[in-house]
């Protein structure tokens, strides 16, 4: 039986797999997925027969009628629930903590993709508004493709 914690990570990472069809990390998403569950004797077989699930997941979740599309996501959110709390189940307590990681990291990749902001390596990602204000003869600048560089007023004595 899991704990509390566990069973409300199985839930989120269902949730995710319905929030993440259709946006630009589902493939890398259902890749990290399908290896999750790519564990045991066969697992080419068991990767491959979750990539179908998934691939059918999306596809009912993207034809799905504006009607009901409500009802096919949290449909698909109780079924990735069962299975994520079934793989969970099925393992022993330090491959449980490794799987609940990688559940964590899935849920994450999601929360970014949805949100719009991401960065590559060395970069940074800002999901608001960004004030930039040289102070004291700084330089003052945002990277948006070209780097633009000013000359800013020096703030006075009163001005600091």
Request: hydrophobic content about 40%; proline content about 4%.
């Amino acid at each position: 039986m899991l704990d509390q914690a566990l069973l409300v990570l199985a839930s989120t990472a269902g949730v995710a797999v319905a929030q993440a069809a259709g946006t630009d990390a589902w493939q890398s998403f259902r890749q990290r997925v399908a290896r999750l569950f790519g564990r045991g004797p066969a697992p080419d077989a068991a990767q491959e027969a979750t990539l179908e699930r998934l691939d059918r997941t999306a596809a009912e979740l993207e034809n799905s009628d504006p009607g009901t599309a409500e009802r096919v996501r949290d449909d698909a959110a109780a079924a990735w629930r069962t299975r994520f709390q079934d793989l969970l189940e099925d393992l022993d307590e330090a491959g449980r903590e490794q799987t609940a990681a990688q559940l964590r990291e899935l849920v994450t990749l999601v929360e970014q993709a949805r949100s719009g902001v991401s960065a590559a390596d060395e970069g940074i990602a800002i999901g608001g508004d960004v004030h930039i204000q040289p102070m004291h003869g700084s330089v003052g600048a945002v990277r948006t493709g070209d780097v633009t560089l000013g000359n800013p007023q020096v703030p006075g004595p009163d001005e600091s």
